[in-house]
């Protein structure tokens, strides 16, 4: 098995395609195919199957897949190690972050950062929390910022920031305080909601179970593109109250108060456990445990990491 078949594999999988697979490696469709079929043979096994015009990946295909999917983190890892062990100059963070964090909470302590330390190259991946944590788990990234990390995983949190999540609606163009209202008036409200497979999403379905509510619901895979639906007046939003303030304060959108709103949460930055971290995301976390900082490291997690 060779870098280039494992790739190959892992990116059909990922992409459920040969022709999405290479269009992400930039390369043809009948290189694809040839290496999944090298390891075909090599292995003795099916790891593709045709379905139709187009193909799906066998069970044995998706256990070569998942175990591609590290081997390939940890191949470019040491790589990128050896080469900063040569030369610390050349040090790269490489950080993932769920959609929310990585629209709002991680750029300004990005551009801390790298006001501090200009020579270290960044890599920030925005997803949702599934996409997150595999890059996580399979050494895809150094450090991963979002909410809770699934239970049952090598993975751990070294620090927490709070997260207010508010329901924000259509505003009068006038600042206005929170506004109280009945769950009946939520319910009968369109509701701007991430797709499945998002932490937020999740969490604004069970805020509807905790009211008691069923409402019509229409999904956007972006929470800038929530904001600016919000403001058009199509719906109400769950979103995290950073992302919002400067519309509550010029009051294109109000806050809406119900049950147990507003909701308080916190983010969780992520590491695998049992790893000492590179040279470049220890000084990111060094970083975010400076004075004034919302991120809070305990003092065990702060030796640790």
Known sequence: MTPTQLRALAAV????????????????????????????????????????????????????????????????????????????????????????AGEQVVPPDLAS??????MTAVVLEVGNRSRVWELLANYGVDLAVGGRPPVGTSLRTVATAPNELIVVC?????????????PEAMDHRTWLVREEGSGTRSTTE?????????????????NAAIREAAMAGIGLALLARVA????????????????????????HLVVREGERLAPAPLR???????PGSLWSFSPEEDSRA
Do not use: M
Not at 170 to 182: E, H, I, M, T
Not at 206 to 222: C, Q, Y
Not at 284 to 290: D, G, I, K
């Open 113 to 118: 950062f790298n006001r501090l330390h200009p």
């Open 13 to 100: 999988a990922r992409r459920r395609s040969v022709h999405l697979a290479a269009e992400d490696l930039v390369v043809s469709q009948p290189a694809i195919s040839a290496a999944v079929n090298a390891l075909e043979k090599e292995l003795g096994v099916e790891l593709l199957a045709r379905e139709g015009r187009g193909v799906v990946v066998t069970p044995a295909g998706s256990t070569l897949a998942s175990y591609a999917e590290r081997l390939l983190g940890l191949w470019d890892d040491a790589k990128r190690a050896t080469q900063e062990a040569a030369d610390p100059g050349r040090s790269t963070l490489r950080l993932a972050a769920v959609t929310s």
């Open 170 to 182: 259509a505003g009068s163009g006038r600042k206005r305080g929170p506004k109280r209202v009945g």
């Open 244 to 267: 919002v303030e400067r519309e509550l304060e010029e009051g294109s959108l109000e806050e809406w108060r119900a049950g147990p709103l507003p909701l308080q949460r916190v983010w």
């Open 284 to 290: 990111f976390c060094e970083h975010l445990a400076r």
């Open 206 to 222: 069970e805020l509807f179970s905790a009211l008691g509510i069923d409402p019509r619901r229409l999904t956007i895979s972006s």
